[in-house]
């Protein structure tokens, strides 16, 4: 099932602004009109990320296909009266901002490529982020929770068991994870760095330039510290705390989370989602906090060999990867060319049941700690089995049961809603 993503809409926006008023139409989809400059851009992109021709023989048939279907789900979702928030709009604009701010390094680069100023451009983007996120809300209404049966995946197996062929090795990986701690004198050797930064800005100095120039955020330090619009249960519960707490404007004082200490300002808030920037300064270990982690990780790994406690008891009490610690510390399944080099190096000599010894994981720029691997279960290479590979053909199953679906609803749609192509 195709849905809909709204990749490149500031280029395909600021594009279409660019054309001459007189197009080709070359379909009609209810009251919406598809032009021949939108197929020849959409079928350039393609074609460039495909590394294709754009003149491949049914390239461009394919694309005014989807082009059109994308408009009739529009079309129903605004039938079925399906409704997106504002916050979810100015979520989605910030997101694709922030995007191309990675892209081309700077709000004021953005500008000068397209020629106009942010908020133009974020208005630009506005009713195609609206009718993106209303489709995707109608397609997730009717297909999200679309499942095989289990006679379902049978038959999916026994049908396409040929086609699915190899598989190849495969591995479950659970880890337990520390950040080395720093010394109370390291600490406070941070905590007045950001405390001196706090009455410089108290002073009358720029938070925008002082963000640029230190804080420990690469992804917000080039913006000035900008966080942009976000809801609770993004950011550390402590940043939150304080950050929800402010009045427009407010700087909050030196605010301590995992990753280090904030200094944080409210520039805006819209419903329930406010917009922040922050100075974040690391709290960077020492040599000493390092081999104290590794101590500790080591004396872990000598308790679960000797049977003291198993290894997921111990990533659920010691492990601080949050996300993995309430689940005995379970990365997951991965196929051997699924995993980056860290991982690779990490479980590449270790045999099913065996425990690496802690290994330094760089998580971020500039950002690690030390964790050790247990790898709970290697599959070689092998042919597809029900078996061995129930959850991975329970994907593919459940995949096309959806597309079927999505086939016959499209259908539907296509004969209560008017469209013509012109081509």
Do not use: C
């Amino acid at each position: 099932m195709k849905i809909k993503i709204a990749a490149f809409i500031l280029l395909f926006t600021t594009y279409l602004s660019a054309q001459e008023a007189i197009d080709k139409i070359v379909a009609v989809v209810d009251n919406e009109i598809i032009l021949q400059s939108e197929l020849d851009f959409q079928t350039g992109i393609f074609a460039s990320q495909r590394q294709l021709d754009p003149n491949t023989p049914g390239l461009k048939e394919q694309l005014l296909n989807s082009m059109i279907e994308e408009k009739l789900i529009y079309a129903q979702a605004d039938l079925d009266s399906i409704t997106v928030t504002e916050d979810d709009i100015n979520q989605r604009i910030d997101y694709q901002i922030n995007s191309f701010v990675q892209q081309y390094g700077s709000i004021a680069n953005i500008e000068k490529i397209y020629g106009m100023s942010i908020d133009r451009i974020k208005r630009e983007l506005r009713d195609e982020v609206r009718k993106s996120l209303m489709s995707q809300r109608l397609q997730e209404k009717n297909f999200g929770k679309v499942q095989a049966s289990r006679r379902e995946i049978e038959e999916f197996f026994n049908t396409y068991k040929d086609s699915i062929g190899t598989i190849p090795e495969k591995v479950t990986i659970f880890h337990i994870f520390q950040n080395p701690k720093a010394s109370e004198k390291l600490k406070k050797i941070f905590y007045d760095k950001a405390l001196s930064l706090l009455d410089s800005i108290k002073a009358g100095a720029d938070f925008s330039e002082l963000a640029k120039n230190n804080s420990d955020d690469p992804g917000s330090a080039a913006q000035g510290g900008d966080l942009g619009f976000v809801k609770k249960g993004v950011f550390y519960p402590e940043f939150e705390e304080a950050a929800f707490k402010l009045n427009v404007g407010e700087l909050s004082g030196v605010v301590e989370s995992p990753v280090g200490f904030h200094i944080i300002q409210l520039l805006e808030k819209r419903g329930e989602s406010i917009n922040t920037r922050h100075i974040l300064i690391k709290i960077k270990a020492d040599e000493n906090a390092d081999l104290q982690t590794i101590d500790f990780l080591s004396s872990l790994r000598d308790s679960i060999q000797k049977g003291v406690g198993t290894f997921q008891e111990y990533a659920k009490k010691y492990s601080e990867d949050k996300e993995t610690a309430p689940f005995g510390g379970e990365l997951g399944n991965f196929y051997i060319s699924q995993l980056d080099k860290a991982l690779l190096d990490a479980v590449g000599k270790l045999k099913q049941g065996d425990i690496g010894f802690p290994r330094r994981l760089e998580y971020a720029p500039g950002t690690y700690g030390y964790h050790i691997v247990w790898l709970q279960s290697r599959i070689p290479q092998h042919k597809a089995s029900l078996t061995d590979d129930y959850a991975e053909v329970k994907k593919l199953a459940d995949e096309n049961k959806k597309q079927k679906e999505y086939t016959k609803w499209i259908e539907t749609i296509k004969s209560k809603i008017f469209w013509e192509v012109r081509i």
